[in-house]
C-alpha cells in the first residue's frame, strides 16, 4: 500500500482504535522472540535464583536466542505468545489509537498546532489508562516467558490457566501485579514513542525530506497528527520510508529513557509472594546487587525489539487505518 494517497474521510476513532490493536499484533508475532530475550536477560542474576555451575547462562541477544532453542525448542521463544496478543489487542488499542482523539481533547480550543506539553499529557493518559486495562495480561506474559524448562516453580498449562492460577494463589491483585512501575514504564515508553514520531513525522513532512517535489511545489504543510490527514492538508508521499524513520527514532528514544523501569518492572512482576515488598525495594535490591548498570540488563534486546516493534508497528497502523478509511464508502 506504499504510495496510497490519503483518503478523502479521514480515519474514524474506531478506525485508529482497532488499526492499532491489529498492528501490535502484527508488530509482536515478528518481535516475540527478541521480547523474551529481553525478559530472559533482565531477570538473570537476580537473588532468589542460585548461582550455580548448572544454572543457565544468557550471554548476549544471539546468545540467550540460541541458548533457548538448544535447551528448551524453538516454541520456547515464543512462549506467552497468546497472552502478548490479548495484550495488545487491549493495550495498544487504547495507548495508541485513542491517542489523536485525547490530544484533540487537551489542545486549546481554536490552536492551529499541538504543542509539546500537551502531546506528552496525551501520551501519559493514554499509557496510564492501557495499563490499567491490560496489566492481568502483560503479567501473564512475563511469567511465560520469564520460565525455562528446567524451572518448575509456578508452571502453567494454558494461558488460561495462569490466569486462574496467579488469582487463587496469589488474590485478585496478583494480576495487577506491578502495575504502578508499568504505569510509569509506559507513561515513559509513551512519550518516548508516540511523541517522538509525532515530532518526527512532523519534522520530516514539514522539511520536506520524504515528500517528493509534489509536495513541494504545492507548498503544503501536513498536519501534526498521527491519523492520516486530508488532501488539503498533506501531500500524498506521506508514505513508508517516512513513517519508517520517524518509528525508528521513536524506538531507539522509548529504549533509552525506559529501559530502568522496563528492568524494575519485569523483576517484580515476574516475582514470587514475599520476594519484594514494593516496586522500590525491587529497585533498591537490583541496585545493591548488580549497581546502576543493572538498570540498562538486556538495553541491546530492549532496543532491538522496541525498535523493530516500532517500526513494523506504526507502518502498519499508517496503512491499516489509511485501508480502512479507502475501504470506508463501500462499507457504507
Not at 520469564?146 to 494461558?159: E, G, L, N, Q
Not at 518492572?265 to 514475599?274: E, L, S
Not at 529497585?283 to 538486556?298: F, H, I, M
Not at 525489539?305 to 496503512?319: A, D, I, P
Amino acid at each position: 500500500m506504499v504510495g496510497l494517497k490519503p483518503p478523502e474521510v479521514p480515519p474514524t476513532a474506531a478506525m485508529k482504535f482497532v488499526s492499532a490493536g491489529m498492528a501490535g499484533c502484527i508488530a509482536d508475532l515478528c518481535t516475540f522472540p527478541l521480547d523474551t530475550a529481553k525478559v530472559r536477560l533482565q531477570i538473570q542474576g537476580e537473588v532468589r535464583i542460585p548461582r550455580t555451575i548448572s544454572s543457565v547462562e544468557y550471554r548476549g541477544v544471539l546468545g540467550t536466542l540460541s541458548t533457548m532453542v538448544r535447551t528448551e525448542g524453538a516454541r520456547s521463544l515464543y512462549r506467552g505468545l497468546a497472552a502478548g496478543l490479548q495484550r495488545q489487542m487491549s493495550f495498544a488499542s487504547i495507548r495508541i489509537g485513542l491517542y489523536d482523539s485525547v490530544k484533540q481533547l487537551y489542545a486549546p480550543k481554536g490552536a492551529e498546532n499541538t504543542g509539546v506539553s500537551t502531546r506528552l499529557l496525551a501520551g501519559c493518559t493514554t499509557g496510564a489508562v492501557a495499563v490499567a486495562c491490560a496489566q492481568p495480561t502483560d503479567v501473564v506474559k512475563v511469567r511465560f516467558q520469564a520460565r525455562s524448562v528446567s524451572d518448575s516453580a509456578r508452571r502453567y498449562s494454558s494461558t488460561v490457566d495462569a490466569y486462574r492460577t496467579i488469582a487463587r494463589e496469589e488474590g485478585i491483585h496478583g494480576l495487577w501485579r506491578g502495575t504502578m512501575p508499568n504505569i510509569a514504564r509506559n507513561a515513559i515508553i509513551n512519550c518516548g514513542e508516540l511523541v517522538t514520531y509525532d515530532l518526527l513525522k512532523d519534522a520530516l513532512l514539514r522539511a520536506q525530506l520524504m515528500t517528493g517535489e509534489d509536495a513541494g511545489e504545492r507548498g503544503q504543510v501536513p498536519s501534526l497528527s498521527l491519523q492520516d490527514p486530508t488532501p488539503s492538508s498533506s501531500p500524498p508521499l506521506d508514505n513508508v520510508p517516512c513513517h519508517f524513520v520517524a518509528a525508528f527514532g521513536a524506538g531507539f528514544c522509548a529504549t533509552v529513557v525506559a529501559s530502568p523501569v522496563d528492568v524494575v518492572k519485569t523483576r517484580y512482576m515476574n516475582a514470587g509472594p514475599g520476594q519484594y515488598r514494593s516496586a522500590l525495594s525491587c529497585l533498591l535490591a537490583l541496585l545493591v546487587q548488580d549497581g546502576p548498570a543493572g538498570l540498562y540488563k538486556g538495553f541491546v534486546p530492549s532496543f532491538l525489539r522496541l525498535g523493530s516493534w516500532n517500526v513494523v508497528m506504526f507502518v502498519s497502523y499508517e496503512q491499516l487505518q489509511r485501508a480502512m478509511a479507502l475501504a470506508r464508502p463501500g462499507l457504507a
